[in-house]
Each structure stands twice: as structure tokens, then as C-alpha cells.
């Protein structure tokens, strides 16, 4: 499917309704709770080691004003390489965010991918990492440098316009899943496109289900969560297949051999 497909798709989707989706999803989390659990497994096994790369400027500047505090006059000296090191800091939280949302972006493209195949009836493909592959790759970092100017340009206008971007961000991930082979300004487009579409009905499910999966998850000894988690991206699936639907039903076999 090419970008004019895709908008002409949206713009012909159909209308998505609330219990029916949210219906689905319950009964698509019985078949998929695991594979969710695992790919959220995967990123935190990933992401950890980042954040700790992230704090290291901050041990180091309190190394420095430890010094500044035992040297007296000595620690006028330290000044500018703790103002060193808080800019490091700073860039290293900017490059660091952006690499924690590409990996994210992939790995719940691939998880939206699974929730197809299982839900289809067709064999899993078992490659999570088939979006950091050639062209894809560039592709998920773009992606996540301007979700990353969108919701922080959103945040800065007195946050409300973040409340209405969260729908179309959401389904980013389900659109780029589905359309990889779409150039990134299209991808956006749409996913902005489809939220104008669905936005109430969009919002209220990505409300309801993160509440519901967040309670359960804590009625289960808050470990739960872990489990629970990836119910929040059902419904953006449904809003996806129901509302602009699929261009095939025998794409995700087509995928399954293409990255096997």
C-alpha cells in the first residue's frame, strides 16, 4: 500500500465503535498477554543499561562538588567542568530519549504485528527486532525525533494540545506497523489524519484500557503489571484494522517469510 492508498483509506475508514473494540481487545489480551510480557521484557532488559549510561555525568558532578566542599578555594576550579558535565548531561538525556523511543517505536511495531498474526489465525513470526533492519532503521529514529518535537512542542503550549496529540501518536505506532514502506512525513500525516477521525473514541479507549490494565496489574501484587501492559495497545490495533483495515489478509504471511 503507497501513501495515496493509505489517505485515500483513512479518509473512506469506516466508523469504529467503542464497546465493540474494546470487546476485542479483551478477548485478543487472552491469546497475547505473553508475547506482550515479552516484548516488554525486551525493552526494559534494553533500556536499563541506558538510563545508567544517562546518570553517569550526574555521579560525576556530585563527585565534583564533593571535591569543591573538602578543597575549599580548590573547588572555584571545579565550576566549569561540573557546568561540563550538566551540559553532557543534558545532550546525553536528549540522545538517549531518542534512542529509547526508536527502540520502543520498533518493538511495539513488531508487537502490533504478532496481535495481526494471532489474531488472523496466522504463524508468529518470532523476529523482534525485524524493524532495525536496513532502510527501517533510519526510519524509527526519524520517526522518534518527531514524535519527540511534536509532543514536546505540544507540552510547551501550556500542555492541552499534548491531550490531543497522544491520540495521534498513539496510532503512529500501529500506521508505521502496518506501512513501513511509507516515507516518514506520510506516516504522521496519516496518523494524524485517522486521529482527527477517531479522536474521542480513540482517547477514551487508550484512557479506559491504560486505567484497567494498570488496576489489574496492581490487584496482582503491582508484579502484575508487567503482564498487563500491553493491553493498552489492543484497542489501537482495532482502531486500525477496523477503521482503515487491511490491505490483505495474507500481508502477514507475506511478512512471516520475509523475515524468516
Known amino acids: ?93 536528549v540522545i ?60 510547551s503550549l501550556c500542555y492541552l494540545p499534548l491531550f490531543y496529540v497522544i491520540v495521534p501518536l498513539q496510532l503512529l505506532g500501529a500506521i508505521f506497523a502496518f506501512n513501513p514502506d511509507i516515507g516518514t512525513s506520510d506516516l504522521i500525516k496519516a496518523s494524524f489524519k485517522f486521529g482527527n477521525k477517531v479522536w474521542l473514541v480513540a482517547f477514551g479507549l487508550i484512557f479506559i484500557s491504560s486505567i484497567l490494565s494498570q488496576i489489574v496489574g496492581m490487584v496482582l501484587c503491582f508484579i502484575g503489571i508487567f503482564f498487563t501492559a500491553s493491553f493498552v495497545y489492543l484497542p489501537i490495533y482495532y482502531l486500525y484494522k477496523d477503521g482503515v483495515g487491511f490491505e490483505n489478509e495474507n500481508e502477514s504471511e507475506g511478512w512471516s517469510a520475509l523475515v524468516e
Open 1 to 93: 500500500m503507497n501513501s495515496n492508498q493509505l489517505f485515500e483509506k483513512i479518509e473512506n475508514s469506516n466508523p469504529v465503535d467503542f464497546g465493540n473494540i474494546f470487546n476485542k481487545s479483551i478477548e485478543l489480551f487472552k491469546k497475547v498477554w505473553l508475547q506482550g510480557f515479552i516484548h516488554l521484557l525486551i525493552s526494559v532488559v534494553v533500556l536499563i543499561p541506558l538510563i545508567i549510561v544517562m546518570y553517569i555525568p550526574i555521579f560525576a558532578i556530585a563527585g565534583l562538588a564533593g571535591l569543591e566542599n573538602s578543597y575549599g578555594d580548590y573547588g572555584y576550579v571545579q565550576e566549569d567542568l561540573s557546568l561540563g558535565m550538566l551540559i553532557l548531561f543534558v545532550i546525553l538525556v
Open 96 to 155: 538517549i530519549s531518542m534512542v529509547a523511543s526508536a527502540f520502543q517505536l520498533a518493538i511495539t511495531a513488531h508487537f502490533y504485528r504478532v496481535c495481526k498474526q494471532v489474531d488472523m489465525g496466522v504463524p508468529e513470526t518470532t523476529n523482534y527486532f525485524m524493524f532495525f533492519k536496513g532502510k527501517y532503521l533510519g526510519k524509527i529514529f526519524t520517526l522518534a525525533i518527531a514524535t519527540f518535537g511534536i509532543a514536546l512542542l505540544a507540552a
